[in-house]
């Protein structure tokens, strides 16, 4: 079992940039795949980015792409997602997620 916690929600301008930590606890962090999810108001949750146990092997949805940027530290068991250029379609709140463990999430507002 792993617990997870996000931070680093909050409301920021278009254009602006806020950068989202993943906290979590539990042994076997380091040996999985985390992953960002988000649900934006009336939506469904969708993909965000994923990176790899070792954070050799990074994915983002298109949407995100060239703007995001996830990041991992096993030492500290923390997943971090670097969001820059922010749009207004991107308000949201985000998730993380490792295996079948999900985070009560963090809302980000980007105001246009």
């Known amino acids: 079992q792993v617990q997870l916690v996000e931070s680093g929600g909050g409301l920021v301008q278009a254009g602006g940039s806020l950068r989202l930590s993943c906290a979590a606890s539990g042994r076997t962090f380091s040996s999985y795949t985390s992953r960002w999810f988000r649900q934006g108001p009336g939506k469904e949750r969708e993909f965000v980015a994923s990176i790899s146990w070792r954070g050799g092997n990074t994915y983002y949805a298109d949407s995100v792409k060239g703007r995001f940027t996830i990041s991992r530290d096993n030492a500290k068991n923390t997943v971090d997602l670097q969001m820059n250029s922010l749009k207004p379609e991107d308000t949201a709140v985000y998730y993380c997620?490792?295996?079948?463990?999900w985070g009560k999430g963090t809302l980000v507002t980007v105001s246009s």
């Open positions: 997620n490792i295996r079948d463990n």
